[in-house]
């Protein structure tokens, strides 16, 4: 923790001394508040989750605190909001450790986290509340509060896939019903879950959020992989994929427009000049070269860039902190993911391995998308860096994902002691 609070007030007074030339105006609250925030996290989760994993807090604050100093380079008004959020999300961390003290229990509500899911995504269909912005119908608006309901469904979810899944794994990795000379798994076994994904992929697709569908997606074929190792579902799921895309091209506009600019954002920039966002992010990640321009010392015109401190924010790191800078923001989601996937090994039952498997998943497919997006190694999808971007949903879920796998984490240690002790009492002399 203490280094993550050093790499990023260095960052913070180097921006502000490429950009304005002199101190930040408001240095020690800055740092008292990171440090002060961070450190109550830590303290609590010392008394409320003692024996969790001591690496994924740190990273965290570490990817939040490069974000938001380049939210505050590029957006100071931004960067207020997301302090704001910062400190609703480490209560909320909090409150997830007071609150959910066995992962196991959440086993109990299956359906009912499926339902929840399922309404939290029909939230932004319902008139006078849900907003229309950049083409997709994602945002919920209740007086002064707004937010995206689909980044909690998309946590909700995922405990409903464990769920699922653990209760029927045997039946799901055993063929047993014959069609023709070939054996294939009981339809009764996949209607359930394949209703569930479809319905929550219909909803995504009419409120035209190709992001969290693909992300939706790729977390289901997962996770049926991992519970039943047969390559068949991940073929199967390969070619969904690609009926799926061509279906929607064809028939939405806005993946039709998202294919066009991964193929040519080049032409497309020439006569469209809001969508330039890609073509500008690829000169921006070039200006930085190996060790970048330096923190504040980018060129004014990148603030032109569309979306930058949200969607576009990887190009932003990449400009001033260089190819040197990727690659630590890499490294920093690949020790989280790895992490993740350890927690999920050391479990001691098959609903608990699923969903920490599932929320490690979500995040690294979230961060792998949008990088892969704005290098344009994969079509742009539009969802947020985890962490780094700015948005005040995505920062919430977030940290839940944390307080979740930091529960996870302290059962296993417990489990796995109280395993130890049996095993020593029944020993036999």
Known sequence: MILAWVIVASFYVLASLGAKGHLPDRLGLFLTSIIAIS?????????LAPNSSQVLLPIATLLNGVGYVEIARWNPTAAGYQALWFLIS?????ATLTVVRRVRDLDRYRYLTLLAALGLLLLPLV????QNIGGARLWVYIGPISFQPVE??????VFFFASYFAANRELLSTPTQRIGRRQIVPLKVLLPILFAWGISMAILGAENDIGFA????ALFISLLWVTTGLKTYVVLGVGLFAGGMFVLASYFSQVHTRLSLWL????????????CQLAYGWYAIAGGGITGTGLGLG????GTISDLTSDMIFAAVGQE???LGIVLVVCLFAAFVGEGFHIAQRATSDYVRLAATGLTAMLGFQAFFIMAGVLRVLPFTGITLPFVAYGGSSLFANYLIVALLLRISDENSLDRRGGEIVAVKFKKP
């Open 127 to 130: 008139p006078h509340i849900g």
């Open 214 to 217: 693909l992300l939706l997606f």
């Open 152 to 157: 909690i469904a998309k946590i909700l979810l």
């Open 264 to 275: 040519n954002p080049w032409t497309i920039c020439q006569s469209a000049v809001h969508s």
């Open 321 to 323: 902190l260089g190819f």
């Open 39 to 47: 450190l109550a996290m830590h303290v609590c989760i010392r008394f």
């Open 90 to 94: 480490a209560v909320a961390l909090v």
């Open 299 to 302: 060129p004014l015109w990148t």
